[in-house]
């Protein structure tokens, strides 16, 4: 008799905040909060290096990944437009950790990741 072999845990990205990584955090970074509704995923993006603001709408797959579009307004008035497949894991903490493979709509393609942080304090 075999032991069952359980499904992997999908992270659920609904409500969690992320920050890209790049690699002069000094810098700053563009961070967003996620949300998903059944099969639907969005997000907003908020400023930090070189954004001002972002959003991302997609479609979750039954693995857990998740293909979106997203369109991006950078500091100096830039559109960035493209597509990413995202990969959701969790990290040695427990934390989810979403590589988000790109194409842009100048041909543009390469990953990034994006790691989640605690919810940012908002002024009132």
């Not at 639907?40 to 709408?57: D, K, Q, T």
């Not at 990290?91 to 942080?117: E, K, P, V, Y």
């Amino acid at each position: 008799m075999t032991a069952a072999v359980p499904e992997p845990l999908v992270p659920d990205v609904d409500g969690v905040w992320f920050r890209l990584e790049v690699d002069d955090p000094a810098a700053g970074a563009p961070y967003g909060q996620y949300h998903r509704e059944d099969d639907v995923v969005w997000a907003e993006f908020y400023a930090g290096g070189g954004l001002r603001s972002g959003r991302l709408v997609g479609h979750l797959r039954t693995d857990g990944t998740f293909d979106a579009a997203y369109c991006l307004l950078g500091a100096g008035g830039e559109l960035v437009i493209g597509e990413c497949h995202s990969v959701p894991e969790f990290d040695a903490q427990g934390n989810i950790l979403i590589t988000d493979h790109f194409r842009r709509s100048d041909g543009t393609t390469g990953a990034s990741r994006i790691r989640q942080i605690p919810a940012p304090v908002r002024e009132a």
